[in-house]
């Protein structure tokens, strides 16, 4: 099987970095520095309007660790935040925030929270809550919710610790360097070749 060499593939796409018989001419450098000014031009753009529509390459997201309530939370790692009920009214609310981080995982939450093993300030007032619930006196979310995260007992208001972590973009940030090259070669492997095909007549010298 036969292989085009480096040279000849280097001469079909960049004909006018390998034609040495034009370097001397003005319209050749001119070729040069509007291809070789626009492309670097390209390249820019790409950038801006990929920050633009992505931002930063680099972003973070708070991952929870877990809950003041939790016997290990001194030994967790992360920012802490106090945690509050927003009240349910129709379509809206009914969600729980630890600071500005929202608690998807409700259900997850009230398990951890009715375990057995809890650290020892809010034994009292989960205990209270637990039997009020299977005594049908509390059986709202906005009334069990308000009940739990309520509380401003000294040491027993429920909070919780969340990590960033750091995640990268890069959504289709590929695209930068592939419109530079192909701009590249558009304009210096077809139409400055065909311009060259144009005044000289001969496809070999151009």
């Not at 633009?52 to 001194?74: A, C, H, M, R, V």
């Not at 009230?110 to 093993?117: E, P, R, S």
Request: glycine share 8%; charged share 20%.
């Amino acid at each position: 099987m036969k292989f085009v060499s480096k040279e000849k593939i280097k001469s079909l796409l960049f004909p006018i970095s390998f034609r040495n018989s034009y370097e001397g001419k003005w319209w050749h450098r001119l070729a040069l520095v509007l291809i070789g000014g626009t492309t670097v031009l390209i390249f820019i753009l790409g950038i801006v309007i990929w920050t633009d529509s992505y931002g930063s390459p680099i972003s973070f997201y708070k991952e929870l660790q877990g809950f003041s309530f939790e016997t290990n939370y001194k030994e967790l790692r992360g920012k802490d935040y106090s945690c509050y009920y927003i009240p349910k009214t129709g379509y809206y609310g009914g969600e729980v925030y630890c600071g500005a981080n929202e608690i998807y995982d409700k259900e997850d939450l009230f398990k951890k929270y009715t375990a057995q093993n809890i650290a020892p300030q809010y034994e009292i007032v989960r205990s209270e809550i637990i039997t009020k619930v299977r005594e049908g006196k509390i059986k709202t979310d906005n009334e069990i919710w308000s009940s739990i995260l309520s509380n401003n007992s000294e040491g027993a208001q429920i909070r919780a610790k969340f990590k960033n972590i750091p995640m990268y973009f890069f959504h289709d940030v590929y695209l930068i360097p592939l419109a530079t090259l192909g701009w590249f070669i558009f304009w210096a492997s077809i139409i400055y070749r065909a311009i060259l095909y144009v005044i000289f007549g001969n496809k070999k010298n151009s």
